[in-house]
C-alpha cells in the first residue's frame, strides 16, 4: 500500500507556471506507474499525465500536452507535474495516483479506473 500526499498548488495568473508534487510513502515506489488527474467544479475528474514506473513512457491528456511535463524522482519518492502557459481553464482540483498493475500500453495508462491509490488532492486556480 502507498499514501500519497499532493503540494504546490495555488493561484496563478494565465501564462504563469506551477509545479505539483507528489511524496509517496513506502519503499515500492518505483513499483507503481504514477499518473495526475483533475476535477473542476461540476465536471467528472479526468486524465491529465502519467509516467511509468522507470520513467521511460510519458502520456499526455491532449489539453496539455506540450505545457505539462511528468517526471519522478525514485529517491525521492516523489512525482512532479511541471504546469507552464497556465490557463484559466487548468483550474481544477489535481490529483495524484499510483497504479499498482503491469504496464501495458503507454495509452492505458490514461484510464483512471487502473489506479488502486488516490491523494487528496491539491488546487490550481487560474485567473484571467
Known amino acids: 500500500q502507498v499514501q500519497l500526499v499532493e503540494s504546490g498548488g495555488g493561484l496563478v495568473q494565465a501564462g504563469g507556471s506551477l509545479r505539483l508534487s507528489c511524496a509517496a510513502s513506502g519503499r515500492t515506489f518505483s513499483t507503481y506507474i504514477m499518473g495526475w488527474f483533475r476535477q473542476a467544479p461540476g465536471k467528472e475528474r479526468e486524465f491529465v499525465a502519467a509516467?511509468?514506473?522507470?520513467?521511460?513512457?510519458?502520456y499526455y491528456s491532449d489539453s496539455v500536452k506540450g505545457r505539462f511535463t511528468i517526471s519522478r524522482d525514485s529517491g525521492q519518492n516523489t512525482v512532479y507535474l511541471q504546469m507552464n502557459s497556465l490557463k484559466p481553464e487548468d483550474t481544477a482540483l489535481y490529483y495524484c495516483?499510483?497504479?499498482?498493475?503491469?504496464?501495458?500500453?503507454?495509452?492505458?495508462?490514461?484510464?483512471?479506473?487502473?489506479?488502486?491509490?488516490w491523494g487528496q488532492g491539491t488546487q490550481v486556480t487560474v485567473s484571467s
Open positions: 495516483a499510483a497504479d499498482s498493475k503491469p504496464f501495458t500500453t503507454t495509452q492505458s495508462m490514461g484510464v483512471r479506473l487502473r489506479y488502486d491509490y
Open positions: 509516467i511509468s514506473r522507470r520513467g521511460i513512457s510519458t
